[in-house]
């Protein structure tokens, strides 16, 4: 009978079909208690020996199975349209606070675990609310109306059914801490082998090249064992539970017969009396019954309750409070002021005292050794992060102060983890703009240096994709993702190594014909290879999350810097390489 927050709130969503589906529900037990009424006025009849109205009461008998053959269908109906409602509204909103949370909260939690949240603990929410909440309604008030009119018809059929029916119901309970327990056990393990699992197949390129493929199969196993482990825990606890429900039904059952069998023998009622006590009393532990069975439907929904109550109040690495629209006139200057930052937990700022200016409308690029803070930067000016001192302006006001959707949408950023879909190539495209044109698609394509690639493709556009664009190659596919980011026409395009996995010489052409297509926005190019970054009409040189220099490429080569150093670990590099 636990009924979790989070599930209550959940169910407020159909509030009204689940009323309904509840008032059918308890309709189609009065059915039952109709037709048991009407059988012992039956058997008292011919225990009498009177047939006269025999046929009348089987007729009776027969549109009350008729009628409750109706009424539970449409209750099923409308319990699983319910249903349906909460399961939809409370994956919008979890995907929505997803969005919200943004990439930083996928830093602490595993993509593997929140997908079984969203997708199994939202399918047991389904089950609970429009199963088991009816159900358990139902339950806790009819019951005690049968208990009622057999008060009246024979009062010594109490005795046996109170006590019982109190137990069936309350005996449980004792134990509900305890499978609050068990069900959370359950339900993380699972999570957890989720999780792995996940991981293992995305991962499983890295694990087979590093021979661990054998490891990572036994680990798995381990986890399955626990998995095994912890429903079987859940289901010993379950078991109890069920147990003493059953030991009830039929103890009161049992119970109920032998008065009924006593008052008989005794005569202390009448043959109509022995037989409803016989019958109601049955029928009255049948919600009891009913309830048992929902539970099992319903069981995960209560273990999966605290993952998606942690799920959607999970609260944001940063607060949405601007109100500003990222629209502006012409592309925006973006300015970084004294900015510090230190992620949760580490010892030492990732950036500290940063403070530099991209034109409007021009090309800045960041460079610096690795784990100098040029990610960092990036995402802070996402607000993925905001700065603990300093601020970030876009065309002079701070990006806090921004819607932060627009404020995303106005910035396209192309990096080095490309995400495609399994779609079209042309569907993949048009994420970025859903009313884009043939022409359009082609345009960005061209310049991202991939047209000809696509054109020679025997489906063209509509080749489907595979998951993750798994059927290109890696420089195919980040130049798919630059042809994406072109054709989202924001003002500020930002290019995080965006093209690290493309040769050098193609690299050299896709920035140039980049420039070109760029004009007008305001770009920042991260990366690693200088030749992508040498033709920008500013340099930030990073070290040590620091700005090192700032500058053209010339003057920073001349001026003997940590960016000498890149350019020249960048000319060993290359000539160190095999040819
Ligand atoms: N989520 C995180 N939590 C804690 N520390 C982090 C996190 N991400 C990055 N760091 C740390 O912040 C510093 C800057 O990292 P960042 O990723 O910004 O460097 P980078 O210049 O982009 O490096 P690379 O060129 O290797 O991508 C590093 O010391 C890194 O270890």
């Not at 798995?220 to 379950?238: C, D, G, I, P, W």
């Amino acid at each position: 009978m636990i009924v979790h927050p989070e599930l209550r709130r959940a169910a407020r969503r159909a509030r009204r079909p689940l009323l309904t589906a509840t008032l059918l529900q308890g309709t189609v037990t009065l059915t039952h208690l109709a037709q048991a009424a009407l059988l012992a006025v039956a058997l008292a009849d011919l225990a009498r020996g009177d047939t006269g109205r025999l046929p009348w009461l089987l007729a009776a008998v027969l549109a009350v199975v008729a009628a409750r053959a109706g009424l539970a269908l449409g209750q099923r109906r409308i319990a699983t349209r319910a249903g349906a409602r909460v399961r939809v509204a409370l994956r919008d909103e979890l995907l929505a606070h997803l969005g919200r949370l943004g990439p930083a909260h996928l830093s602490s939690a595993r993509a593997g675990a929140v997908r079984t949240t969203l997708v199994d603990g939202v399918e047991g929410v389904d089950a609970y609310v429009s199963r088991y909440l009816p159900q358990l309604l139902v339950t806790v008030t009819l019951p005690p109306l049968v208990l009622a009119v057999l008060a009246v018809v024979e009062p010594w059929a109490l005795p046996g059914l109170v006590p019982a029916l109190l137990l069936a119901l309350c005996g449980p309970r004792a134990w509900d801490r305890l499978l609050a327990a068990r069900g959370k056990e359950h339900w993380d393990t699972y999570e957890g082998l989720g999780a792995d699992y996940l991981e293992a197949l995305q991962g499983m390129p890295a694990l087979r090249a590093a021979g661990a493929v054998g490891r990572t199969r036994t680990r798995l196993e381990v986890r399955s064992a626990a998995l095994h482990r912890a429903t079987v825990a859940k289901l010993r606890v379950s078991l109890v539970d069920t147990g003493i429900t059953d030991l009830a039904v039929q103890g009161g059952t049992a119970a109920a017969a032998l008065l009924a069998c006593w008052s008989a023998a005794t005569g202390s009622t009448t043959a109509t009396g022995t037989y409803l006590v016989l019958l109601l009393a049955s029928e009255c532990f049948r919600p009891v019954r009913d309830l048992a069975r929902e539970w099992h439907a319903g069981y995960l929904g209560v273990s999966a309750a605290d993952g998606l109550a942690a799920l959607r109040t999970a609260e944001p690495a940063v607060r949405d409070t601007g109100t500003a629209p990222a629209r502006w006139a012409a592309p925006p200057e973006l300015r970084f002021e004294d900015v510090t930052f230190t992620y949760d937990g580490a010892q030492a700022p990732a950036v500290q005292g940063v403070s530099f200016t991209a034109a409007a409308g021009r090309t800045t690029a960041i460079v610096g050794p690795s784990g100098a803070g040029k990610s960092t930067l990036l995402a802070l000016l996402l607000r993925h992060h905001d700065p603990q001192q300093g601020r970030i302006t876009l065309d002079g006001r701070r990006t806090t102060e921004y819607a932060l959707d627009s404020l995303r949408q106005g910035i396209a950023v192309v990096s080095q983890e490309t995400y495609l879909f399994h779609a079209t190539i042309a569907d993949n495209l048009r994420l970025a703009r859903p009313d884009a044109t043939d022409d359009d698609l082609t345009r960005a394509t061209r310049v991202a240096g991939v047209h000809d690639e696509i054109a020679a493709l025997p489906d063209g556009y509509a080749t489907v994709l595979g998951e993750r664009g798994a059927t290109l190659s890696g420089g195919q596919r980040q130049r798919l993702a630059l042809a994406r980011a072109l054709l989202a026409d924001a003002p500020v395009l930002v290019l995080d190594e965006a093209t690290s996995s493309v040769d050098e010489r193609r690299e050299a052409d896709i920035v140039r014909e980049l420039s070109k297509a760029a004009s007008g926005r305001t770009v920042l190019v991260v990366a690693h290879r200088l030749a992508a970054v040498r033709h920008a009409d500013r340099i930030v040189v990073l070290d040590a999350g620091r700005v090192d220099a700032v500058g053209e490429h010339a003057v920073l080569v001349e001026a003997g810097s940590v960016y000498t150093r890149l350019v020249e670990a960048g000319h060993a590099h290359r000539e160190g390489a095999p040819a």
